[in-house]
């Protein structure tokens, strides 16, 4: 079992910059490929950014691309998501996800075996 504890979330500003850590515990997430998703009130639960086991392989939503930054330190057992240039449609519950199966970087979150309890991520205009 893999249990995922999500922090760095906050009310902040358009235009600000936040930084989310998932920290790991029960076992190595070496080789288990992370991720972020999102959910704003009355929406599905959406993918934010995906990386692989090595950090080789990321995958972002059109959203979030070239703003936000999916990251990863397997010695520390921990994934980031450094969110730059904020905007209010980013606010939501941020949750962090891990699975040790997956072959690709799945955008649907049922493909998805652990999550963290997430984190609240509110962006004032």
């Known amino acids: 079992q893999v249990q995922l504890v999500e922090s760095g979330g906050g009310l902040v500003q358009a235009g600000d910059s936040l930084r989310l850590s998932c920290a790991a515990s029960?076992?190595?997430?070496?080789?288990?490929?992370m991720g972020w998703f999102r959910q704003a009130p009355g929406k599905a639960r959406e993918s934010v950014a995906t990386?692989?086991?090595?950090?080789?392989?990321?995958y972002y939503a059109d959203s979030v691309e070239g703003r936000f930054t999916i990251s990863r330190d397997n010695a520390m057992n921990t994934v980031y998501l450094q969110m730059n240039r904020l905007k209010p449609e980013d606010t939501g519950v941020y949750y962090c996800?891990?699975?040790?199966?997956?072959?690709?970087?799945?955008?649907?979150?049922?493909?998805?075996?652990?999550w963290g309890q997430g984190t609240q991520v509110t962006v004032s205009s």
């Open positions: 996800a891990a699975d040790g199966t997956l072959y690709y970087l799945s955008a649907q979150a049922m493909d998805w075996s652990y």
């Open positions: 990386i692989s086991w090595s950090g080789g392989h990321t």
């Open positions: 029960g076992r190595t997430i070496r080789s288990y490929a």
